[in-house]
C-alpha cells in the first residue's frame, strides 16, 4: 500500500502547538521558540511573529512576550522550499542503515550541507545520490541533517529520511538522550581528570566567521555544556572525551580554547603558536605529523540513541582517521623522558 504524503512533501505549512513548561517561565517567545525548533533561526521567528503568524493562547504575541507555564504556543513551521542540491556519486562510509535513518562516518575535508560558496562535493550531495529520500525538515539546503559536524572534524552523524525521525532524533538531541562522545587531542597538560564546561557561546562580536564564549548581558549567546574527561597524557599534549551536552556551533573546539587547551591542528581557536616540546627529531616527526592533519585532531567517534520507529538503543562507534591515529601512536611511542619522571 503507497504511503501517504506528509504535509511537508505536499508543501503545506505544519501546525504546531506547544504547552509551555514550568521551566520555561519568564522565557522571551522568539528564545522559546527558536530553542524548540532548531532548523529555524531566532531572527526567522522574529519575522513570523511580527507577522502575526505566532499566537499565545489565541492572541497574537509580539517577539519579546515573557511567557508563563501553561500558555500554548501556536505558529506554523513554512513549507520546506525543493531542494536545489544536485545529488552526486559520492562514497560514503555508511555505518548503519534503514528505511526510517542513515548513520554516516563522515571523512574530514567534507562539508555537511551547502552554504554560499559551497554547492558541490558536501555529505547532503552525496546523501541525495545514495537515499531514495530525506526528511524535509531541515529546508532545501539541509534535507535530513539533524546535526552537523565541522568540515574539517571527522566523525559520525545520523541523517533523517523522513520527517517522523527527524523530530524524534531532534527531540532526543534537545533532550539530551541522545549520547555524542568526541576524541580531542590538545595541548597543554590539563590538571583535571574529568571538567564539565558551562559558558554560553554566540557568534564573536568582532570577528563574524567564529564563534566564542560570551558570558556578558551585552551578547547573545546560547547555553553550551561540554564534559571533558582526560584520557591519555603525552606531556605537552592530552588525549580527551568530549560529551555534548548541547550543540552550538565549533562547540567542542571553543570549550577546548577557553580552557586553554586548544584543539591540536585548529588554526582558527588556537590564539598562538604552540611549540613541542623535546629532542629534535622528536619535535621534528611530531611537527609534520600536525601538518598531515590538514585540520584538527577531533573525531566524532561514538553516537547513541533511541530508532524512532521502534524505540531500540543504538549506539555506534568508528575508528579515527589514519592521521589522526599515527600522530597518537608516535606520541605513545616516542614520549621523551622527563627530568622529574626519571628519579
Same mark, same amino acid.
Given at each position: 500500500?503507497?504511503?501517504?504524503?506528509?504535509?511537508?512533501?505536499?508543501?503545506?505549512?505544519?501546525?504546531?502547538?506547544?504547552?509551555?513548561?514550568?521551566?520555561?517561565?519568564?522565557?522571551?517567545?522568539?528564545?522559546?521558540?527558536?530553542?524548540?525548533?532548531?532548523?529555524?533561526?531566532?531572527?526567522?521567528?522574529?519575522?513570523?511573529?511580527?507577522?502575526?503568524?505566532?499566537?499565545?493562547?489565541?492572541?497574537?504575541?509580539?517577539?519579546?512576550?515573557?511567557?508563563?507555564?501553561?500558555?500554548?504556543?501556536?505558529?506554523?513551521?513554512?513549507?520546506?522550499?525543493?531542494?536545489?542540491?544536485?545529488?552526486?556519486?559520492?562514497?560514503?562510509?555508511?555505518?548503519?542503515?534503514?528505511?526510517?535513518?542513515?548513520?554516516?562516518?563522515?571523512?574530514?575535508?567534507?562539508?555537511?550541507?551547502?552554504?554560499?560558496?559551497?554547492?558541490?562535493?558536501?555529505?547532503?550531495?552525496?546523501?541525495?545520490?545514495?537515499?531514495?529520500?530525506?526528511?524535509?525538515?531541515?529546508?532545501?539546503?539541509?534535507?535530513?541533517?539533524?546535526?552537523?559536524?565541522?568540515?574539517?572534524?571527522?566523525? +559520525? @552523524?545520523?541523517?533523517? #529520511?523522513?520527517? !517522523?525521525? &527527524?523530530?524524534?532524533?531532534?527531540?532526543?538531541?534537545?533532550?539530551? /538522550?541522545?549520547?555524542?562522545?568526541?576524541?580531542?587531542?590538545?595541548?597543554?597538560?590539563?590538571?583535571?581528570?574529568?571538567?564539565?564546561?558551562?559558558?554560553?557561546?554566540?557568534?564573536?562580536?568582532?570577528?563574524?566567521?567564529?564563534?566564542?564564549?560570551?558570558?556578558?548581558?551585552?551578547?547573545?549567546?546560547?547555553?553550551?555544556?561540554?564534559?571533558?574527561?582526560?584520557?591519555?597524557?603525552?606531556?605537552?599534549?592530552?588525549?580527551?572525551?568530549?560529551?555534548?551536552?548541547?550543540?552550538?556551533?565549533?562547540?567542542?573546539?571553543?570549550?577546548?580554547?577557553?580552557?586553554?587547551?586548544?584543539?591540536?591542528?585548529?588554526?582558527?581557536?588556537?590564539?598562538?603558536?604552540?611549540?613541542?616540546?623535546?629532542?629534535?627529531?622528536?619535535?621534528?616527526?611530531?611537527?609534520? +605529523? @600536525?601538518?598531515?592533519? #590538514?585540520?584538527? !585532531?577531533? &573525531?566524532?567517534?561514538?553516537?547513541?540513541?533511541?530508532?524512532?520507529? /521502534?524505540?531500540?538503543?543504538?549506539?555506534?562507534?568508528?575508528?579515527?582517521?589514519?592521521?589522526?591515529?599515527?600522530?597518537?601512536?608516535?606520541?605513545?611511542?616516542?614520549?621523551?623522558?622527563?627530568?622529574?619522571?626519571?628519579?
Amino acid at each position: 500500500m503507497p504511503s501517504v504524503p506528509t504535509a511537508a512533501q505536499r508543501g503545506e505549512p505544519i501546525l504546531r502547538n506547544i504547552l509551555v513548561s514550568p521551566e520555561y517561565e519568564g522565557t522571551r517567545l522568539d528564545v522559546f521558540l527558536a530553542t524548540h525548533e532548531v532548523n529555524v533561526s531566532r531572527s526567522a521567528f522574529e519575522r513570523l511573529i511580527k507577522s502575526g503568524h505566532v499566537t499565545v493562547n489565541g492572541e497574537i504575541a509580539r517577539p519579546a512576550l515573557k511567557l508563563k507555564s501553561g500558555d500554548v504556543v501556536s505558529y506554523e513551521v513554512p513549507p520546506p522550499e525543493p531542494s536545489t542540491v544536485a545529488p552526486q556519486d559520492i562514497p560514503l562510509d555508511i555505518v548503519y542503515e534503514d528505511e526510517h535513518l542513515v548513520v554516516v562516518n563522515k571523512p574530514k575535508g567534507m562539508v555537511t550541507h551547502p552554504a554560499p560558496g559551497v554547492r558541490e562535493g558536501t555529505l547532503v550531495n552525496a546523501l541525495l545520490a545514495h537515499c531514495k529520500g530525506l526528511s524535509c525538515v531541515g529546508g532545501a539546503e539541509r534535507p535530513g541533517i539533524v546535526h552537523r559536524l565541522d568540515k574539517e572534524t571527522s566523525g +559520525l @552523524i545520523v541523517v533523517a #529520511k523522513n520527517d !517522523a525521525a &527527524h523530530w524524534s532524533l531532534q527531540k532526543q538531541i534537545q533532550q539530551r /538522550t541522545a549520547v555524542r562522545k568526541y576524541l580531542a587531542l590538545v595541548w597543554g597538560e590539563p590538571k583535571f581528570e574529568e571538567l564539565v564546561v558551562d559558558a554560553p557561546i554566540g557568534r564573536h562580536p568582532t570577528d563574524r566567521t567564529k564563534m566564542a564564549v560570551l558570558e556578558s548581558p551585552r551578547y547573545r549567546s546560547r547555553m553550551a555544556v561540554t564534559n571533558f574527561k582526560v584520557l591519555e597524557r603525552f606531556g605537552s599534549f592530552a588525549l580527551v572525551e568530549a560529551r555534548l551536552q548541547t550543540g552550538r556551533t565549533h562547540q567542542v573546539r571553543v570549550h577546548c580554547a577557553y580552557i586553554h587547551h586548544p584543539v591540536v591542528g585548529d588554526s582558527v581557536y588556537s590564539s598562538k603558536r604552540r611549540l613541542v616540546k623535546g629532542p629534535k627529531e622528536f619535535v621534528s616527526t611530531v611537527n609534520q +605529523l @600536525i601538518a598531515d592533519l #590538514k585540520g584538527q !585532531a577531533l &573525531h566524532a567517534y561514538f553516537l547513541s540513541f533511541e530508532h524512532p520507529q /521502534t524505540g531500540r538503543r543504538l549506539e555506534f562507534t568508528a575508528p579515527m582517521p589514519e592521521e589522526m591515529q599515527r600522530l597518537l601512536d608516535y606520541l605513545r611511542s616516542n614520549l621523551p623522558v622527563r627530568a622529574d619522571q626519571s628519579q
